[in-house]
């Protein structure tokens, strides 16, 4: 993944191989048990074993480190979707592996999703590059809901909305589930409810079957 704010290559040593790498599974892991104010670069450095002015050779700050963790890991979200929608499973059955893929890859994740929330609709270039993204994973949810409806699998709603729909609802789990929830109980929770408003009868019976299998 390209940085956000490409830097001139590291004068002095040779990166380490790796080492970027390194830097943002630290950053990830502070993130995602701090808030973001309370995270010191320090704390980075320590982590991954390196001085803080190693950090500063990679990223140009904590902003910058942060959203280099973001972007990644919507692109990491952004390949499992994908592969998803490009399966040969029905429709309906897409939808719920899409449940479950952006769940989990937020459930360890709850201050991320926190955060993106509060700052999207900010005039900030990083945002709207985020926003970018996310257009870009509501383009490809609505191809399964598209295929969805083609087959009658899902009413005939506008698929942006029903997409927009199904992020709000997983939006919501994210935010309110308690330290005892199940996922796996949860994404059923999501698909079950959403197939009973926007799915069809012919949906919900292909998603049975699906679930047979």
């Excluded at 692109?75 to 490009?86: F, T």
């Excluded at 499973?89 to 479950?100: L, N």
């Excluded at 295929?147 to 992020?167: C, K, N, P, Y």
């Excluded at 935010?175 to 069809?200: C, H, K, N, Q, S």
Aim: net charge positive.
């Amino acid at each position: 993944m390209l940085a956000l704010h490409p830097k001139s290559p590291p004068r002095g040593r040779p990166p380490r191989p790796g080492l970027r790498d390194s830097i943002l599974r630290a950053g990830e892991g502070i993130f995602t048990e701090r808030d973001y104010h309370e995270v010191q670069m320090d704390d980075v450095a320590d982590a991954c074993g390196v001085g803080k002015g190693t950090l500063y050779r990679y990223f140009r700050g904590k902003r910058d480190l942060y959203l280099a963790v973001m972007f990644e890991g919507i692109g990491r979200l952004h390949g499992e979707i994908e592969a998803v929608v490009r399966t040969g499973d029905a429709p309906a059955r897409k939808v719920e592996c899409i449940v479950r893929c952006t769940l989990g890859y937020f459930w360890e994740r709850r201050r991320f999703f926190a955060l993106i929330h509060q700052n999207e609709h900010k005039p900030d270039r990083d945002v709207r590059e985020w926003l970018r993204r996310r257009q870009q994973l509501v383009q490809l949810v609505q191809t399964a809901f598209d295929q969805g409806i083609g087959l009658g699998q899902f009413r005939g709603v506008d698929s942006r909305i029903a997409t927009e729909m199904l992020f709000g609802m997983m939006r919501a789990v994210n935010r309110y589930r308690g330290p005892d929830d199940d996922i796996e109980a949860l994404v059923d929770a999501v698909v079950d409810t959403f197939m009973r408003g926007v799915g069809t009868a012919d949906g919900r019976r292909a998603l049975r079957r699906a679930r047979e299998v």
